[in-house]
């Protein structure tokens, strides 16, 4: 094809729009990444958050991945993660090998909900204490008869190690986070590998997160006559009730505080409640309240109207420039 002046022109122009173009997109692709990992119990509560939080804004993406709230707190400490999600809280091995700079953010409260097969459950054991299930994770009860059930070997699901929820059920039902439990016989990775374990066998038990005790083929047990429910967690009236935090280390950067922010306030709370997690009261109340409005709420006067979000920057012309860059398109080809 043989350029003319006016093609030249043309090509000129296409050149300086793409370039605008492209200048004008940069800072929606320049967002700034923070990372948080942890806990696979908060997990879900972080995912629905991150993806609530990188739709209202465009200066921070919120990447988020499990492994473990002592791997999550390694993360932070080594510089590799900006916000650990934990189900517990830090230990004193952690601050004695890191320092004491970790700061503690509350997101939430979670129960550890203890599990069995459904045909353990239809065979009557619906209920078990405190000193049972104890018996039964060190090996000193292994048949379901013993505690009121069929005549089956029990098979016992625990959480692996560096979960904050086998520190926490340690703890509480054996007395000791550290304590060995002889009577396991398989490890999961996460609640939900345990909730798939104990579905896919017929004489199971297991322990999971609150937010995962529901649906599938697995069926909650009380302890102690007391079942897991958002009240009785709340309360404290239901022994496996536990915090949910972020940690960072030292002071957050402004993306991680942006985001725990978020989390910590009345639009995160409502979402920890819409993903099976409690909020703490007083938030859920101030979430209940943004979600309905004031009853007479009042419009601001102009002076005072609160600010919009801002857009990025040259957002508003991506359509405008695209739109010109066709029309020279097609002008340079009805010449050619």
Known sequence: MELIYG?????????????????SSAPILAAETVTVSGSSTVLPLGEAGAEAFN????DYRISVTGGGTGAGITGIAEGRSDIAMASREITADEKAKYGDRFQEFLVGYDGIVLVVSPQIFDAGV???????????????????????????????IAREQ?????DT???????????????????????????????GSDKAIGYLGFSYAEGGNVRPISLDGIEATAQSIRDGSYELGRELYFYTYGDPKPG???????????????????????????????????????AEAKEA??????????????????????GLLAVSYLVLGRRS
């Open 7 to 23: 093609d030249t022109i043309h090509l000129r122009i296409i050149a300086i729009l793409a370039a605008l173009l492209i200048g």
């Open 55 to 58: 739709v209202q804004q465009h």
């Open 126 to 156: 619906k209920d078990l204490t405190k000193e049972q299930v104890r018996q039964i994770y060190a090996g000193q009860i292994n048949n379901w008869k013993e505690v009121g059930g069929p005549d089956a070997q029990i098979y016992v």
């Open 162 to 166: 560096g979960s904050g929820t086998r």
């Open 169 to 199: 059920f340690n703890e509480d039902i054996m007395g000791d986070k550290a304590v060995e439990t002889p009577g396991v016989i398989t490890t999961a990775l996460g609640s939900a590998e345990v909730k798939t374990a104990v579905g």
């Open 256 to 294: 991680a505080k942006a985001f725990i922010d978020f989390m910590i306030g009345p639009a995160g709370q409502m979402i920890a409640e819409e993903n099976g997690f409690i909020a703490a009261s007083e938030v859920s109340e101030m979430a209940s309240e943004a979600a309905s409005g004031p």
């Open 301 to 322: 006067p102009a002076s005072e109207a609160s600010p919009q979000p801002s857009q990025q920057p040259g957002f508003e012309v991506i359509p405008a420039l695209a």
